[in-house]
């Protein structure tokens, strides 16, 4: 029987009822009544082939978002069966398969990489445990790389490099380089710096300053350039879910700096934590489309402010106080900085 896998994550989820919602998940109007699964699927993309809200796929797979911390996966070659009461969807057969099939003993193996992630985690993981933000008391206490070994201006992989405010009792760090400042595009204010990942250096010798040994390097790095901790990888657990509470935010920017981008692209955006979101929280986009001066026929004039258009969905991944990162999930035309975010 063809079967839902679950992973492990913290122990063996169990499957559960969804809860009672105040509205049911609304059916796009083309859903078909089954769609087999092919590589490069993600449950976001097959579940909106069924429905207009893709992010609401736990509740057609009768999920529950607070027992279980990592959805199923499902892999290429099994066919999704709508069932349109609920709507629910399910692993099933085709109309007219055999109930039952001849079967000889033999070995089965499955590449676990061939299962069908929720998102498109190869996008989001380098994000996952670099620093991507640091606000001013963690960059006050930051290291510093303060010479490099025989006096070369830049070092790479290999390279040994000597730094001031290194701790005791953390022996790998991040090298980082605050790239620019994160200004809230409404108060002017800068909410933090993003950080432009480096590399990572090991500490081989304690001292003021310390000894480190680059381990791996993405640019070149040299006097001047900060370390922090490394981050601790851990597993991405999330249920995809819209913010309980009105969420009204800005992109303040686009990863590697261009101002527009679109689907399957990392955006910053000026609100984090301290506003109430949450990784797994999903937004919708919404674009500006300015005002227009009305003139009547006789000469009075007003002026309009015309509404946002919602154009697309951005699931969030990572959280800061108070910017955060999310991935553009879809979108009808370009993403932009300055564009709204707001609860779908």
Sequence with gaps: MIRIIFPLLFGIATL???????????????????????????LWDISGRFLRQPWRWPEVWRLNRDQIRNPHLIYP????????????LSIGRRIGAPLYEKRFPQIHSE???????SIPMQIIEPFLTRPLVVDDAKLAGAGTVVATETSRVFMGAGDTVFAKGVTEGSDVWQV??????????????????????????????????????LLSSVEEIGA???????????????????????????????YRGVIETGRHN????????????ERGHVLALHRERGSVVYKDDAGGKETFDL??????????????????????M?????????????KP
């Design 77 to 88: 070659g099994q066919i999704v069966v709508l069932d349109r009461s609920g709507p629910y």
């Design 224 to 254: 001047g350039d900060r370390l922090v901790v490394s981050e601790r990888p851990e597993v991405f657990s999330f249920m995809p879910h819209a913010p309980d509470a009105e969420i009204e935010g800005r992109l303040i920017g686009i």
């Design 330 to 342: 879809d979108a009808d035309g370009p993403v932009t900085v300055g564009d709204s975010v707001r």
């Design 266 to 277: 990392v955006v910053t955006l000026n609100i984090g934590s301290r506003a109430g979101l």
């Design 111 to 117: 590449e676990v990489d061939s299962a069908i992630p």
């Design 307 to 328: 509404p946002q258009q919602r154009y697309g969905l951005a699931f969030v991944f990572r959280v800061f106080d108070r910017v955060a990162y999310a991935l553009v």
């Design 176 to 213: 980082f380089r605050p790239a620019r400042p994160l200004v809230d595009p409404v108060t002017n204010e800068v909410l933090g710096h993003e950080a432009m990942f480096l590399g990572t250096a090991r500490v081989t010798e304690h001292g003021t300053p310390a000894t480190l040994k």
């Design 16 to 42: 559960l009822s969804v809860p009672a919602v105040a509205d049911q998940a609304t059916l796009a109007d083309d859903a078909p009544d089954s769609y087999t699964v092919v590589r490069g699927d993600t």
